[in-house]
């Protein structure tokens, strides 16, 4: 069936450094992939999404890029901040528009 | 995007009991879904709510435990019955909305069972 892998975390970056935050998936067919972000205490918000191949989703600085040939989609930003401490859901969509999410990955940027 | 609200928020239920969880939207809705959110783990999708007729369970979920009625198409419920601690968890609705190629989800209850 459909499966969605997340680097396990915590993952603890000072401010300012760089941040990659692997996801692949194993998914018939040609989903739709997304990532979603749960900052403390509050709901799920859609950060990021592509829905084909070599298509880059992009928002509030972060980054990621759909790689059918690697299956993956991983989430990049530049240079976080502390405002950026939450956890990170990659997501898939088959076409059934009902989601598969990863383990998710809690982000801590220190100051 | 939308207003999605959820009642109760939070609750805490003893064993054995049954609570009804309501979703609420207010924009024109295509796809409406139930996940559970277990401590410190992921996202689980429990049911795509069907307007008018049974919902469509996912592997491990089943009708008896968890009905779930959505009598038009901004408004659902979920039951959990016969509650154990093991039901423990965040349950949130999330809605595909017309013309959006993407799902926003609704705040969670979180459900606590002693």
């Known amino acids: 069936g459909d499966s969605v892998t997340q680097m396990e975390g915590p993952v603890t970056l000072s401010e300012e450094a760089f941040l990659t935050i692997n996801c692949t998936y194993t998914?018939?067919?040609?989903?739709?992939l997304f990532w979603y972000v749960q900052y403390p205490g509050e709901g799920l918000q859609l950060l990021l999404k592509?829905?084909?191949?070599?298509d880059k989703g992009s928002n509030k600085g972060f980054e990621a890029t759909y790689r059918k040939e690697t299956t993956s989609f991983h989430l990049e930003k530049g240079s976080v901040q502390v405002s950026d401490s939450a956890v990170y859901f990659c997501?898939?969509?088959?076409?059934?528009?009902?989601?598969?999410f990863g383990s998710g990955t809690r982000l801590q940027v220190q100051p | 995007s939308a207003v999605i609200s959820q009642k109760p928020s939070r609750d805490i239920c003893q064993r054995g009991t049954s609570l009804t969880i309501q979703c609420q939207v207010d924009?024109?809705?295509?796809?409406m879904f139930w996940y559970r959110q277990q401590p410190g783990q992921s996202l689980t999708l429990i049911a795509t709510?069907?307007?008018?007729?049974?919902?469509?369970?996912e592997s491990g979920f089943v009708i008896d435990k968890f009905p779930i009625s959505r009598p038009n198409l901004t408004f659902s419920t979920l039951t959990v019955s016969n509650m154990s601690p093991e039901d423990s968890s965040i349950y949130l609705c999330?809605?595909?909305?017309?013309?959006?190629?993407?799902?926003?989800f609704g705040p969670g209850t979180r459900l606590t069972v002693l």
């Open positions: 999330s809605v595909e909305l017309a013309g959006y190629n993407e799902q926003f």
């Open positions: 998914a018939t067919g040609y989903p739709s």
């Open positions: 592509a829905t084909k191949a070599d």
């Open positions: 997501a898939l969509d088959t076409g059934r528009r009902a989601l598969t």
């Open positions: 924009s024109q809705v295509t796809m």
């Open positions: 709510a069907n307007q008018g007729s049974e919902a469509t369970y």
